[in-house]
């Protein structure tokens, strides 16, 4: 995919739209590369490490690095070289045409360690292109001072805590005193190239060798082509589902596996709002719905991994609320998630606060055991098989649940205005229930099978009593309310229901009343349902792919279709989503949001069974 984004005539614009970004990263972190040429959010070394540039949070005080045409007049379009995470960002200038290929080679078999090397390399691709290029850190969210010193090579950027190193071929200048600058012009053929590593105590920046260079170019090529070659998807849109797969893959910490919900912080759910939160961990809940995605296209390793890092987080119940399992974590399997506000950053177009680390960390979900264990369920039926040391270590979570499945708790939307019954909460602990029921069947496994049946069936019965709300003959958000809620689109996804049964059809014709605008859906209705936040929320994106499916397997393929259709031009330019989208269209939230690109495969999954 290919979008121009605009003249730009006058100066840059302070804040790019969300959407204005494709996103290049090494299996240890991303980085956010706009339209126009900036990297507006790279933390190092790591998902969850400090930020160094942070433009999208403080236009002013967040850090950036730049490569832009050096004046006015010109244009520019973004896409991946096909079937990699290589972006390619294209000028069109009055001199000519030039492009930035920004890639980060993952760590390479054999490597000692991995460099976190961010590679910008200009092209001149027609005529003569001038090109400014500035180089911006702001350490540690902008609270660390950092000083620079030009080297035979390039520059060094010392903070207290990091060091950066800028390897060029150009002639540097230091402004501001604690920045660098470039002015290139090159004539078609001719190449410049920038490579940001991590600096060592003592270590000064290595040449720039155009072949060694293009040797790391090709072999990061070869690196995503050969992992997407794994892919056994060939339906109808492969150029979006394998761009998903691709989306989730950037989002894996390699060295543990984990999955994080998205690679950013407080990007906001409503412009000038407070809804802004710090994704940049594993929440169990969206790492097991990646799972499935990626075990649905044939990605068994991804799986492997996933539970390796997940065996690690299973122990016997701990003696807290909350019980054995967190609802998320650090990328590293740490618990501690401490949430904090930085006052010095303005947020994204003045959405105060800025936040980072998660007090969600602490709630009661218990939805979380359904999805880790649906999870467990499909791995070990397509992937890596379960060992009896992880089962004995499930079941001993199981336990705790069927001892305390029937409590309010905080649900999967994370609301901070107290616990309830939620049905969704219900609905996952049966799935929890029923996949160890199946699991154990298929395996032979030790279980108590007449214990976890009846606890089954109590959760059941419970749901279709308590969760169904005749008058409004549909399954409600919670009990004893009429409120409706989008996550019990997953009611017959997860097969707790025919997805033609009467109840489940009068239940989508509710939601699909009340919560779809055109193809993009509500989470549910904040007047009916406050939340115990401030402000609004815009269109959950997740959602609308769910409410796709569910039409699907209801037998409305046409609608479903097209709803699908829809739903694909809220993509960005390069095939990306966040986690919400706004009345206008645009895109709100964290970016790029696993939980959207998850439910896309799935969606396109089953529509392409539906339509044979």
Not at 468 to 478: I, Y
């Amino acid at each position: 995919m290919v979008v121009s984004s605009g003249a730009r005539n006058g100066p840059r614009q302070r804040y790019l739209p969300i959407a204005e970004h494709g996103l290049i990263g090494d299996l240890h972190t991303v980085a956010l590369v706009g339209t126009e040429g900036t990297i507006d959010w790279y933390c190092c070394p790591r998902f969850d490490s400090p930020s160094v540039f942070a433009a999208i949070l403080d236009a002013d005080d967040g850090g950036l690095f730049r490569i832009s045409p050096d004046g006015d007049g010109w244009s520019s379009k973004q896409l991946y070289l096909p079937d990699t995470n290589i972006l390619i960002t294209r000028f069109l200038t009055p001199g000519g045409v030039g492009e930035v290929q920004d890639f980060m080679p993952p760590r390479r078999a054999g490597e000692a360690a991995h460099h976190h090397r961010l590679v910008r390399r200009l092209v001149a691709v027609r005529g003569d292109v001038r090109f400014v290029v500035d180089v911006a850190p702001r350490f540690d969210y902008g609270r660390d001072r950092h000083e620079v010193t030009l080297a035979p090579h390039g520059a060094i950027f010392r903070s207290p805590h990091l060091g950066l190193s800028l390897s060029t071929r150009s002639l540097l200048e230091i402004v501001h005193g604690v920045d660098v600058r470039a002015r290139i012009q090159l004539r078609a053929g001719e190449t410049a190239t920038f490579v940001l590593d991590l600096a060592q105590p003592g270590e000064m920046p290595v040449p720039c060798v155009d072949a060694d260079i293009a040797g790391e170019f090709d072999a990061t090529v070869a690196f995503w082509r050969d992992w997407l070659s794994c892919s056994n998807y060939t339906g109808r849109w492969r150029e979006m589902v394998h761009r998903s797969a691709l989306t989730l893959k950037l989002l894996t910490y390699a060295p543990t596996g984990a999955i994080v919900a998205a690679p950013t912080t407080s990007l906001p759910e409503e412009i000038g709002g407070a809804r802004n939160w710090d994704y940049r961990y594993t929440w169990i809940r969206d790492a097991a719905f990646s799972l499935y995605a990626l075990l649905r296209l044939g990605f068994t390793e991804e799986a492997a991994a996933f539970m390796a890092w997940l065996e690690g987080r299973l122990r016997p119940a701990v003696d807290r609320e909350s019980g054995p399992l967190q609802i998320m974590y650090g990328i590293d399997g740490r618990e501690d998630l401490p949430e904090q506000e930085l006052p010095n950053l303005e947020g994204y177009r003045g959405s105060a606060p800025v936040r980072i680390g998660n007090g969600a960390a602490t709630q009661l979900q218990l939805d979380i055991y359904g999805e880790l264990m649906d999870s467990v369920y499909l791995c070990n039926k397509y992937g890596r098989p379960l060992y009896h040391d992880g089962w004995m270590e499930l079941t001993r979570d199981l336990e705790w649940l069927m001892d305390h499945w029937d409590q309010p708790d905080e649900g999967i939307w994370e609301t901070r205005g107290g616990r309830q019954d939620y049905t969704y909460s219900r609905l996952m602990s049966w799935v929890a229930v029923e996949r160890a029921i199946r699991i154990a069947r298929q395996r032979g496994l030790p279980a108590d099978l007449h214990r976890w049946m009846a606890v089954r069936d109590r959760i059941y019965n419970q749901i279709m009593e308590r969760g169904w709300h005749p008058g409004r003959r549909a399954f409600v958000q919670r009990y004893d309310t009429d409120v409706l809620d989008a996550s019990l689109l997953l009611m017959p996804l997860c097969k707790f229901i025919a997805p033609t049964d009467p109840r489940w059809i009068s239940t989508l014709d509710a939601i699909s009343s009340d919560l779809v605008a055109d193809s993009l859906v509500y989470r549910y209705d904040l007047d009916a349902s406050p939340d115990g936040l401030t402000g609004k929320e815009a269109t959950f994106s997740m959602c609308s792919f769910w409410w796709v499916e569910a039409l699907a397997r209801a037998g409305r393929v046409d609608e479903a279709r097209l709803a699908f259709e829809k739903m694909l031009t809220y993509a960005n330019h390069v095939g990306l989503y966040s986690e919400e989208i706004g009345p206008t269209g645009e895109l709100l939230g964290n970016f790029p949001q696993a939980f959207t690109h998850l439910a896309l495969i799935s969606a396109a999954c089953n529509l392409d069974h539906q339509l044979g």
